[in-house]
């Protein structure tokens, strides 16, 4: 089996892979500036970023321009400076987090193109990471950008569509790194294309969940209000004193009620847990009978634990009526497991071949 250590592509690899890890912090402290409200923090934008604030009249120039948002007009009006500096401090490093990613592939690339690191063969996955992180980038803008108008609140839509393009940035090029660390020369013979159909359909499911995890966080339509999911019936396993509650089927069409309910996004949420616990028990059940490889079982044994935790902590944090430190974790938890998902598709779908037809 190639390790990093014995790859010709070695510093590529953990040049990728220090993306990877970049695009999770960014998540993480994404979330962390979603559930503390600080996304509308700060109402411009400037591509190359900006200095923080470093003395008074700074701070009071920034907070100048949050008073004229919507936000701290119909929200935080009696908000005080004090208050301010924690959420724009989220959001500032959040936005930060960003450019260093930026930085970090930029430079990574032109050094590595200096020293003849890049194959003729690695162009193309390039090209298409570098207009993703593009793309992230432009999605984020959008986001805040509906935040700052006559409504101070980011659709759920839009905060799904920007967690999951990271999602997507993060898994294009942790496979981009595994295809250098594993040349399918070199893949050890196993059964594991028994598993690929079944493991597929958990992948599919799971980035369900994800924007459904996206959905319940955001701000949904209640009754001409704007709610967090997340934030009502915080019970387990009933929602409140029903199953089902009449509230999740209050608005007129199926899709309204799963796709614009408070409730029937709650709902779906939770259902889709227990889709998810349902697959991986399966996926657990049929490897057992297979011979699979060391890569095959532990990404099976990653998304076993991992699910496990991960449900856990879904519940704990309804539960608690997400605080930040729980609400964090769960978001964590949901990133390993879209991680370890990843990692055995890569490895039950890269099949042995002659060394001609390596990377």
């Not at 349902?278 to 998304?303: A, D, E, F």
Request: overall charge positive; hydrophobic content about 50%; glycine content about 6%.
């Amino acid at each position: 089996m190639n390790t990093i250590s014995s790859s010709p592509h070695k510093a590529v690899i953990y040049w990728l892979l220090s993306g990877c890890f970049l695009i999770y912090v960014m998540v993480v402290v994404g979330c962390l500036t979603r559930l503390t409200h600080s996304g509308l923090s700060i109402t411009d934008w400037s591509f190359m970023g900006s200095m923080p604030p470093l003395n008074e009249n700074m701070w009071q120039e920034r907070f100048a321009k949050y008073q004229e948002s919507p936000e701290f007009q119909k929200v935080n009006f009696q908000m005080t400076l004090e208050e301010f500096k924690p959420i724009f401090l989220w959001e500032y490093i959040h936005r930060m987090i960003g450019r260093i990613m930026m930085y970090v592939f930029a430079i990574g690339f032109v050094y590595f193109l200096i020293r003849k690191k890049i194959k003729k063969e690695m162009w193309p996955g390039f090209v298409l990471l570098f207009i993703m992180g593009a793309m992230q980038a432009v999605i984020g803008w959008w986001m805040v950008y509906s935040g700052l108008q006559k409504q101070p609140a980011v659709s759920h839509y839009r905060l799904a569509t920007h967690l999951m393009s990271a999602f997507t940035l993060f898994a294009f090029t942790f496979w981009f790194a595994l295809r250098l660390m594993h040349p399918k020369e070199n893949v050890q013979e196993s059964e594991g294309k028994n598993l690929r159909l079944s493991v597929v359909v958990f992948f599919l499911v799971l980035i369900l969940q994800i924007v459904y995890g996206a959905f319940t966080a955001g701000y949904a339509e209640g009754d001409n209000t704007k709610i967090r999911p997340g934030h009502i019936f915080n019970t387990w396993p009933k929602m409140g004193e029903d199953w089902i509650p009449e509230q999740v089927t209050m608005k007129d069409g199926f899709f309204e009620n799963i796709l614009e309910n408070p409730s029937g996004i709650q709902f779906m949420h939770r259902t889709i847990a227990l889709v998810v616990v349902l697959l991986i028990c399966v996926i657990w059940y049929r490897s057992n009978k297979l011979q699979l490889n060391k890569q095959q079982n532990l990404g099976i044994t990653l998304l076993i634990y991992g699910v496990t935790v991960q449900f856990a902590l879904g519940v704990l944090t309804l539960l608690y009526n997400v605080p930040v430190i729980m609400g964090a974790l769960h978001q964590t938890g949901a990133f390993f497991l879209f991680a370890s998902s990843v990692y055995l598709l890569f490895h039950l779908f890269n099949k042995k071949q002659s060394i001609s037809g390596s990377i």
